[in-house]
């Protein structure tokens, strides 16, 4: 009986280890199912149970251990260095935060310094007249980088096992909160917070487990392109480099940008409405809807209506740079169609270029405007909308 108490300790000291990172990273079947508040539990409370474990397991291991035999205790010997590797393992090893890092150098030039490529995606963001752009293979490591933008502070995140990109003010009940990468939760990345401990969702800026649960970080509105899309609107924006003490992590995701990644979880599906297929998803009067990435590269544009919104989804030349607006122009719905490779109405007869700028006609001068959209994997944009709709191509 003592015995089997003993192991029965043992086991659970083990289990306990392996559970607490298990649940919150990218193993086998670990992102699947509502535990969040389990892993959080373990997180919170794990030196606690630690130590009962311990205390319950002196008194067996005392009694059991001189009557043992010379078996018993080579076996017993084997867990406990066991033990010590899982223990080292699942918290100096498969820990996110031990396993990304923020960048130690920090570096944004303007476009005559800057070594990114032009065809690079980047997640660009302007405020007050200052914009930056930040490519998606450098944050993709990194997952977030903080930074100040005409000296407001903003959280730039990406999750590549998502495919989220997302800037947030990293305010928090009126002050400035640090996070760390803690793990993930249906393949999305979470961040804690220094004060509270609360555990944020990546693609939604919620608190999700935690003292803070419910409350939401505010979104700043940002627009993932090419750098060069995003330099031909803001010439002046600073460009985050590459930190050179990263060089082996960022080669990881050459390719990433593409889809061409040789990895299960980052990887695309060339298919359309796979797990990792690319859709551009939409909110839009409280409806989300999702567009097939494959439709939009064959169409070059998409009209649409969401609950009385009228949408306009195009695609540059680049077949990377794709832009989401209302067609909604001086109270009027337009109709588009891209004739002799140029935007234009059929209203109005008027001529726009790919910033969605009038650039002749009786609306020259206007501006359709930009809608809230991202490109993300599909299994992604379905578990954070889970009432999204599917938008499905009319075939000629």
Known sequence: MKKSLLWL?????VAVEILRVYFIMPFPGSQQANTIDIAYFLDQYIWYIRIILWLLLVIPLVIVIPNSSKLSKALLLIFF??????????????????????????NLVGIAENKVDPDKLVIGIAINGQAKAYPIEIIGY????????AGIPVMVTYCTVCRTGRVFSPMVNGKKEEFRLVGMDHFNAMFEDASTKSWWRQSTGEAITGALKGTKLSEFPSRQSTLAAWL????????????????????????YDKGILNSSLEKRDTGSWKMKSWVVGVTAQGISRAYDWNDLVQAKIIEDNINQQPVLITIEKDTATFHVWSRMVNNQPLTFAIIKDTLTDYTTQSKWNNDGICISGPLKGQSLQAL????E???SWLAFQPATQKYIA???
């Open 394 to 396: 009319k075939k000629n």
């Open 232 to 255: 031909r609107v803001y010439p002046d924006s600073k460009i985050l480099q590459p930190d050179s003490l990263y060089t082996k992590e960022y080669d990881s995701l050459a390719g």
């Open 142 to 149: 990194h997952h977030q980088v903080q930074d100040t933008i």
């Open 81 to 106: 260095v066991v033990y010590v590797g899982i223990f080292y393992a699942f918290n100096f090893k498969f820990l996110a935060d031990k396993m990304f890092y923020q960048p130690t150098n920090k």
């Open 377 to 379: 994997f599909w299994h």
């Open 372 to 375: 809230p959209a991202s490109q």
């Open 9 to 13: 300790g043992l086991i659970l000291l």
